[in-house]
């Protein structure tokens, strides 16, 4: 994405992004579906089951993280103009039914139906897991989820919802920006109070395909600010 040359054609856009996403959710959806189950088995105590939700939560944010992730780099921005243009979101899938007949993949969605996944996963997923936040923690959290809801609501332009959800993690004062004495640190170690979450990734355990993404493009970033963003961060204007 930083070189601004994006091709159908790249094979690391089919491998990578959107087939790393898939797998991804994928895996979500089929772990959600037998994690369910679990719920209703008379083999497990209440605080067994509380744990399995807390997992179910979990599996909740990575999908709908995915799903917002492929939103942003397959779809127009939303708006009321893009919201409901036919299959101007991404295709959504909840259940686990692979196959390699291309003829049976599902086509895309609106975009107002991909965000209501997106949005409905989160809220389920701030029900059902009930850690609290911490700095640099490798785990989703509520405050990840929280943090997660704020960035869905600005890109669907929910200015309100966007500020209530940011102010729900700023207020807990469990992160502190980092200053001028430690950016250095926390851009070369990925070490930094103001992380809410860090997902602990190395060429060992890469996530798959999505993992892959992030370390086949270390040192390219992919996005670059405009010059405008830029010049926010002058003191002098």
Same mark, same amino acid.
């Given at each position: 994405?930083?070189?601004?040359?994006?091709?159908?054609? !790249? @094979?690391?856009?089919?491998?990578?992004?959107?087939?790393?996403?898939?797998?991804?959710?994928?895996?979500? $959806?089929?772990? #959600?579906?037998?994690?369910?189950?679990?719920?209703?088995? &008379?083999?497990?105590?209440?605080?067994?089951?509380?744990?399995?939700?807390?997992? #179910?939560?979990?599996? !909740?944010?990575?999908?709908?993280?995915?799903?917002? /992730?492929?939103?942003?780099?397959?779809?127009?921005?939303?708006?009321?103009?893009?919201? +409901?243009?036919? /299959?101007?979101?991404?295709?959504?899938?909840?259940?686990?039914?692979?196959?390699?007949? +291309?003829?049976?993949?599902? %086509?895309?969605?609106?975009?107002?139906?991909?965000?209501?996944?997106?949005?409905?996963?989160?809220?389920?997923?701030?029900?059902?897991? &009930?850690?609290?936040?911490?700095?640099?923690?490798? /785990?989703?959290?509520?405050?990840?989820?929280?943090? !997660?809801?704020?960035?869905? %609501?600005?890109? !669907?332009?929910?200015?309100?919802?966007?500020?209530?959800?940011?102010?729900?993690?700023? $207020?807990?004062?469990?992160?502190?920006?980092?200053?001028?004495? +430690?950016?250095?640190?926390?851009?070369? /170690?990925?070490?930094?109070?103001? @992380? #809410?979450?860090?997902?602990?990734?190395?060429?060992?355990?890469?996530?798959?395909?999505?993992?892959?993404?992030?370390?086949?493009?270390?040192? +390219?970033?992919?996005?670059?600010?405009?010059?405008?963003?830029?010049?926010?961060? &002058?003191?002098?204007?």
């Amino acid at each position: 994405f930083y070189s601004g040359s994006i091709l159908p054609a !790249m @094979s690391e856009l089919e491998t990578y992004m959107w087939g790393g996403y898939y797998s991804t959710i994928g895996s979500a $959806n089929l772990f #959600i579906t037998k994690a369910t189950a679990l719920l209703d088995s &008379d083999s497990f105590t209440t605080e067994e089951k509380t744990e399995i939700k807390r997992y #179910i939560g979990e599996a !909740m944010f990575m999908r709908a993280y995915c799903y917002y /992730y492929l939103a942003e780099r397959f779809c127009k921005a939303y708006s009321s103009e893009t919201a +409901n243009a036919e /299959y101007g979101g991404v295709p959504v899938v909840t259940t686990y039914d692979p196959t390699s007949d +291309n003829s049976q993949y599902p %086509a895309r969605n609106t975009l107002a139906e991909t965000y209501a996944q997106i949005n409905d996963d989160l809220t389920k997923a701030r029900e059902y897991i &009930d850690t609290d936040g911490s700095s640099m923690s490798p /785990y989703v959290t509520l405050d990840v989820v929280k943090a !997660m809801q704020a960035r869905v %609501a600005l890109a !669907m332009k929910n200015y309100p919802d966007a500020l209530k959800y940011a102010e729900e993690v700023i $207020n807990t004062r469990r992160y502190t920006l980092a200053g001028q004495g +430690n950016l250095g640190t926390y851009w070369t /170690y990925d070490s930094g109070a103001e @992380s #809410i979450w860090l997902v602990t990734m190395d060429k060992q355990n890469v996530g798959l395909e999505t993992g892959l993404y992030f370390l086949t493009n270390t040192g +390219n970033p992919p996005f670059i600010p405009t010059q405008a963003s830029v010049d926010l961060f &002058d003191k002098e204007k």
